[in-house]
């Protein structure tokens, strides 16, 4: 059975500087993909990044990147220039290819951007 | 391109009545998921229709059901309410194809309060 594992629930970072979001995660299985959402007050979820068991370079998106180590099933969201806009709850997930269920969420972590 | 809509985006019932929720996907998306987000319990996976059909159902009693319809659309259904079914249901959607590499893309919620 896979399994997320967000350890950090809250954290404030003061705005401009990098900030590192840790995910772990857990799965027999060879080929999955890894993704982060951004779910702002309102409650919507919004689609960050995503990474694949199998891509060899780190996914980066704009100001989001992934850094994934896969011997040791981490696949940490960095969002550098932190903005008072990216204060949210940021969640991973992940879901295996052999899989039939939709995805797994971690617990999430509450991100305060502090100016 | 429109976004996954839901309707409605608040509900009050109260204990035994039926609800129900409505999801359109992005256009050409053939995979409906549902999610209940309550408090304290997280994300869980409620049930994933494709094409129509139900594919596969989360942890939940018979009394959550939904469908499919031929344009894609889905319909959950949550009979006799009980009052920890008050929660935020997410409805996604995704262009199917292999399970670790379909990102899905959520809609705003329904926000479900039992009385």
């Known amino acids: 059975a896979q399994k997320i594992t967000q350890t950090q629930p809250g954290m404030f970072v003061q705005e401009k500087e990098a900030v590192t979001l840790d995910c772990t995660y857990d799965?027999?299985?060879?080929?999955?993909?890894l993704f982060w959402y951004k779910q702002p007050s309102s409650g919507e979820m919004i689609f960050l990044i995503y990474q694949g068991s199998y891509d060899e370079q780190n996914a980066t998106e704009g100001r989001y990147s992934l850094n994934f180590q896969k011997a040791r099933k981490s696949a940490n969201l960095v969002i550098s220039a932190s903005q008072l806009g990216d204060s949210a709850m940021y969640f991973c997930?992940?879901?295996?290819?052999?899989?039939?269920?939709?995805?797994?969420f971690g617990k999430g972590t509450h991100l305060i951007i502090q100016p | 391109e429109a976004g996954v809509t839901q309707s409605p985006t608040h509900l009050i019932k109260t204990r035994g009545q039926q609800a129900t929720l409505r999801c359109s996907p992005i256009s050409g998306h053939t995979s409906v998921y549902w999610y209940q987000q309550a408090l304290g319990l997280g994300l869980q996976f409620l049930l994933w229709y494709d094409e129509g059909e139900e594919r596969n159902r989360g942890n939940f009693p018979p009394r959550f059901s939904g469908r499919q319809f031929p344009n894609y659309s889905s319909e959950l259904n949550v009979n006799a309410l009980e009052l920890e079914d008050s929660a935020l249901y997410l409805c996604?959607?995704?262009?199917?194809?292999?399970?670790?590499?379909?990102?899905?893309?959520f809609g705003p919620g329904t926000r479900l309060l039992v009385l």
């Open positions: 996604a959607s995704g262009s199917s194809g292999r399970a670790g590499g379909e990102t899905q893309y």
């Open positions: 799965t027999s299985d060879q080929s999955y993909g």
């Open positions: 997930a992940m879901r295996e290819d052999g899989g039939d269920d939709g995805l797994t």
